[in-house]
């Protein structure tokens, strides 16, 4: 079965997750994509993606502790699921692709 | 303690885009680590831009559902009152027993200080039905529907008497002058124990009466 490509936003969403490991959750998965990318991104546009993907079975979640300082607030933990972790080795597969095949850029 | 985000941008985040703790624990952790209120207030907008078309399509259908349950509800315990007046009252006419007279007088001395104190009447049972739908829904509807009942059947006497006596608008005038305050007032009555007056006439409650 072919797999969906994920888009650019997905890739680094997931790909933040990875690099964060057991702490993912929104906070810190937006901070890595900024000062990773210099991209400014919206907690509730990662929210929303996060959403799409964990109801398509890429990543899961489990909540954690709730601070005062979130507002009696718990945390939501994010992991990539085999699915998610196959889903982003076919994406980079086909960018690196693509990529190999450019011809030499100005 | 830490610094509390603009209360009015939590209000919209919480009435617009609804039942996303997490997110909104990410918004309160970050404000309290120094972000200020614009950024705060636009994580709010792009919240609500994103959920909030969903979340009141979804409360939109919630209110049409609660609000055709409840005008069924009331049809049927209009029918019913009709029903149960009718037969009761034909099957005591054998006996001599008038049950027009039982039921409280629409049209009687009291005047004005009669539809306060049906107003006053309906605040409370309104109040005391929300109360008590809380802890038990069938006291909730038992209680509604025997007001409604009541209601429904002082207007069939005030009909009744109406087209007896040959005044039949005056007669459902005074008669919706009588029911009108206990209906506004039972109204308010839920209102005020729980729920936004504009919520409850639109029929937004969760559990429709």
């Known amino acids: 079965m072919t797999r969906r490509l994920l888009t650019d936003f997905e890739i680094m969403i997931l790909l933040a997750i990875l ?49 005062a300082q979130r507002g009696g607030r718990a945390k939501k933990y994010f992991s990539l699921t085999p699915v998610g972790i196959d889903s982003v080795r076919d994406t980079r597969k086909a960018l690196t692709a693509l990529w190999a095949r450019l011809p030499q850029l100005t | 303690m830490g610094r509390r985000p603009p209360r009015l941008a939590s209000l919209l985040l919480e009435r617009l885009a609804p039942g996303n703790d997490p997110l909104r624990g ?79 007088n629409a049209l009687g001395p009291l005047d004005g200080l009669a539809s306060v104190m049906t107003f006053a009447l309906g605040l409370a049972a309104g109040r005391w039905i929300r109360t008590r739908g809380r802890a038990n829904r069938v006291a909730m ?8 009942m009541l209601c429904a059947s002082a207007a069939l006497k005030a009909v009744s008497q109406a087209v007896d006596s040959g005044a039949f608008l005056p007669g459902i005038l005074s008669q919706v002058a009588m029911t009108a305050p206990f209906v506004i007032g039972l109204i308010g009555g839920v209102s005020t124990a729980g729920f936004r007056p504009p919520v409850v006439l639109l029929g937004l409650m969760k559990h429709p009466v």
């Not at chain 2, 509807?141 to 409604?148: D, K, Y």
């Open chain 2, 141 to 148: 509807i038992v209680a509604f529907g025997g007001a409604t």
């Open chain 1, 19 to 67: 690099r964060i490991g057991d702490e993912a959750y929104g906070v810190p998965v937006a901070r890595e994509i900024e000062e990773t990318t210099g991209r400014v991104v919206q907690l509730p546009a990662i929210y929303a993606a996060l959403d799409r993907l964990e109801g398509q079975g890429l990543v899961e979640s489990r909540l954690g502790e709730s601070t």
């Open chain 2, 26 to 104: 990410d918004l309160e952790e970050e404000f309290a680590g120094g972000r200020t209120s614009a950024w705060y207030w636009t994580q709010v907008i792009s919240a609500i831009a994103q959920q909030g078309p969903l979340a009141v399509r979804a409360r939109g259908l919630v209110a049409a559902e609660n609000f055709v349950t409840g005008i069924i509800t009331l049809v049927l315990i209009g029918f019913y009152a009709v029903f149960v007046v009718n037969v009761t009252e034909w099957l005591l006419r054998f006996e001599g027993v008038r049950v027009w007279e039982w039921i409280p």
